[in-house]
């Protein structure tokens, strides 16, 4: 687990070129042109040793990209993580609640909590466990999920 959170401090959407909401053959298409550029075997014999390393350097960097982004499991996870950073950049926790303080909703399996301001906060079972901050539909406040160890 420790790998995947330091390859989460990098955008691996913008190493491929990508917007976060392309689709995976679009993303495989520009994961697949970007190898060939960068591919080592690919540059001409008179190329500069410096920029060979600094295509051996993009070659591993867009690989490792598509290993998260080629998997459905692994970019779900990436691009939930992602959304988590972008919430805690957004402003300050307004609780802390335990998943136990939350309501379950058999209908469509997900948890969910209400708002002081009437909106609401939820989440799905299976994003629960990975997820820490969820945010109200309503307003900007955001809650943090806390879990029993």
């Known amino acids: 687990m420790m790998a995947f959170e330091q390859t989460l401090k990098k955008d691996w959407y913008s190493v491929l070129g990508a917007d976060p909401s392309a689709n995976m053959s679009d ?5 697949q042109k970007l190898l060939l550029m960068y591919h080592p075997d690919k540059q001409s014999t008179d190329v500069p ?4 390393e600094e295509c051996i350097q993009k070659f591993i960097e867009i ?6 982004l080629g998997n459905e499991e ?27 303080e939350m309501s379950w909703n058999e209908d469509d399996h997900s948890f969910s909590l209400s ?10 079972k299976d994003e629960a466990e990975v997820v820490n901050l969820i945010s109200c539909d309503t307003c900007s406040l955001i809650i943090e999920l806390l879990h029993y160890s």
């Open 115 to 124: 708002c002081r301001c009437g909106g609401k906060y939820s989440v799905s």
């Open 27 to 31: 993303l495989k298409q520009k994961y």
């Open 63 to 68: 690989d490792q990209a598509w290993k998260i």
């Open 74 to 100: 692994t970019k779900k996870e990436y691009d939930l993580q992602r959304h988590e950073d972008d919430l805690r950049n957004m402003g300050p926790v307004d609780a802390q609640v335990h998943l136990e």
């Open 49 to 52: 040793a410096g920029r060979l």
